[in-house]
């Protein structure tokens, strides 16, 4: 992990001193761009490479709150801090990746895999005691939601091709994997993962109500791109009934 993201900012830095240096670089890449992106480059550092991580096993919720921010807070902050206008042809070996990659419905399938399989009791308890499965699902989530960020901020308009309503849709779909997950963890009468059962937790909480704030933290976390969703539908409703007017006032 902590090579993907030193590999990330300096890929990102790079590019950034090469098109301030070029006619239009200063318009195409502001400077609020790159405090986006180092913002969320410093809490994918905070989240994956400071202690927090030495307390997953006893505090599910101070997990589940680092995952949120790998999944919730960092993806948006990158795709955000990318410059505008990127020339990228469909027809190219990249742009045909991305292309794939980024469309609504492989990001949507990728991300709901992730999702669901991960906080099923076996894998999520890997997630836990595995030394191999732990620094995996944080970078799962971080891969995963970054693919449903680029298709609802769109930062590749000549690859991606979805409209506004379209991805306002996509957004809603995207949030019920998460929000199921949530629910689940605060109406349980149990604790369903094993590592967490007789887990002396943080903060003298009970395991069962370790439990519950996670899916408290989780649900609160997916909020924010429900209500993008929300915004993205009303756009395109209100662009369409405005259509519809516009064609309604011609003189027949």
Do not use: H
Not at 68 to 81: F, K, N, T
Not at 246 to 252: I, L, R, V
Request: aromatic share 10%.
């Amino acid at each position: 992990m902590l090579a993907l993201l030193v590999l990330s900012a300096g890929a990102y830095f790079w590019a950034f001193a090469r098109a301030r240096r070029t006619e239009g670089g200063r318009a195409r890449w502001p400077g609020w761009k790159v405090a986006l992106f180092s913002l969320g480059l410093g809490l994918w550092y905070v989240a994956t490479q400071t202690g927090t991580r030495a307390y997953t096993g006893q505090s599910m919720a101070l997990y589940m709150g680092r995952l949120m921010v790998l999944a919730e807070v960092v993806p948006p902050l990158l795709v955000l801090g990318l410059p505008r206008g990127i020339a990228l042809s469909r027809q190219s070996p990249l742009g045909r990746v991305l292309g794939l990659l980024l469309d609504p419905w492989v990001a949507l399938a990728v991300w709901t895999a992730v999702i669901i399989f991960w906080n099923i009791p076996a894998g999520f308890n890997a997630s836990v005691v595995s030394n191999t499965a732990a620094p995996l699902l944080p970078t799962l989530y971080l891969l995963s939601s970054l693919l449903v960020w680029g298709v609802v901020l769109r930062p590749l308009p000549t690859v991606q091709a979805a409209g506004v309503g379209n991805r306002g849709g996509f957004g809603l779909l995207a949030a019920l994997p998460m929000m199921a997950v949530a629910a689940v963890w605060l109406y349980s009468r149990e604790v369903l993962y094993t590592p967490y059962v007789n887990a002396l937790c943080l903060w003298n909480l009970t395991p069962l109500q370790n439990q519950q704030i996670s899916g408290w933290i989780m649900m609160i976390a997916g909020l924010p791109a429900m209500a993008l969703a929300f915004v993205q539908l009303m756009m395109w409703l209100l662009a369409l009934a405005d259509g519809e007017g516009n064609q309604t006032s011609k003189p027949g």
